[in-house]
């Protein structure tokens, strides 16, 4: 058999390495090394590099090291996906202009109505440009973990504009942003129709603007957005949230301060809620916005409280107490 016809029949792709090969390479690490017409039931191991002609014996292969080889591998790969990313942002660099252009000829179901945004550079530029545009409303909802002191700073700037020209502002956050001075400091430069309430839970970051188009974070780091423009969507977007609107605490112009109830704040009640079902503490942390370390100070007043000295007891109590249904029926 020729080594054309043995290579037909071991077709398979280049980066995988076959049973027979895996068998012939192993054999050749433990024997130094295996015969040369061996070397033709496994061609892939002579692709991979994996096994090499002995220079001291033509007729035999000897292997490569795996320790070598892995990472040689590995790189080859490495490049390969590279070189596929940059393909990628050559075909993005093409086609830009082009998705740009609306000719008459172009039916409406061929408009993209959801584009993928990735990079903060890309995400920012978008919103910036569509805020640019807006003239009536942006509704916000920002979780606590997205906030920085940078991100504010620049987005100060574009909401000013926005409210500069007659446009209305209300934006969503978690309770614990009500003692951060980088929002209220924020909201005291602010001039215009803005409002923000706060919540327990929020949603992931969402920015609807005009009602026509809208921002939806589509990774936990923040490096990937959906830019949405499906009326559908953007209906569905608005209505969920006008209902967490509804529910929610106002904090600027004017704030509201939930009182305690039985002597359970409210950020101690939203606690005991997440301790019945299950949560960790690092679990309510995420959730409610705060540091592990905060949580656990709530959680052990919460405990004091109820007179709870373990925390099985404490879930016990919590059910006893009926501070669950107490708050659901006052809201």
């Not at 967490?244 to 106002?250: D, F």
């Not at 309510?284 to 949580?295: E, Q, V």
């Amino acid at each position: 058999m020729s080594s054309g016809e043995s290579r037909n029949l071991h077709a398979h792709g280049d980066e995988e390495l076959c049973e027979a090969g895996m068998s012939l390479y192993a054999r050749a690490l433990r024997e130094g090394s295996v015969p040369r017409d061996d070397g033709e039931a496994a061609p892939c191991l002579l692709d991979l590099g994996l096994l090499h002609p002995d220079t001291d014996d033509e007729r035999r292969l000897v292997p490569t090291a795996p320790a070598v080889a892995l990472p040689r591998l590995l790189r080859t790969f490495d490049e390969r996906i590279a070189e596929e990313r940059r393909r990628e942002a050559r075909l993005a660099e093409v086609f830009e202009p082009l998705m740009r252009i609306e000719g008459s000829h172009t039916a409406v179901t061929d408009t993209p109505t959801i584009r993928v945004l990735r990079g903060k550079g890309q995400i920012d530029l978008a919103i910036t440009e569509a805020l640019a545009q807006a003239s009536e409303e942006l509704l916000a909802i920002q979780p606590h973990n997205g906030l920085a002191s940078k991100t504010l700073g620049t987005a100060l700037e574009r909401d000013q504009a926005l409210l500069d020209r007659g446009a209305r502002i209300r934006t969503l956050y978690q309770h614990p942003v009500r003692h951060t001075p980088p929002v209220i400091a924020r909201y005291e430069l602010l001039r215009g129709d803005v409002e923000a309430r706060t919540l327990d839970e929020v949603t992931e970051r969402l920015l609807v603007i005009d009602r026509a188009v809208a921002f939806v974070a589509a990774s936990k780091d923040r490096t990937a957005a959906l830019e949405v423009r499906t009326p559908a969507l953007l209906t569905f977007f608005v209505t969920t949230f006008e209902r967490l609107w509804r529910l929610a605490t106002p904090m600027h112009p004017e704030a509201v301060h939930r009182p305690s109830l039985n002597g359970v704040t409210p950020r101690q009640h939203a606690i005991a809620a997440l301790l019945v079902e299950g949560h960790t503490d690092a679990a309510i942390a995420d959730r409610l916005g705060l540091n592990i370390r905060t949580a656990r100070v709530h959680i052990a007043k919460l405990a004091a409280t109820l007179g709870s000295e373990s925390r099985a007891q404490l879930g016990y109590l919590i059910g006893r107490s009926g501070i669950l249904e107490a708050r659901d029926q006052e809201t």
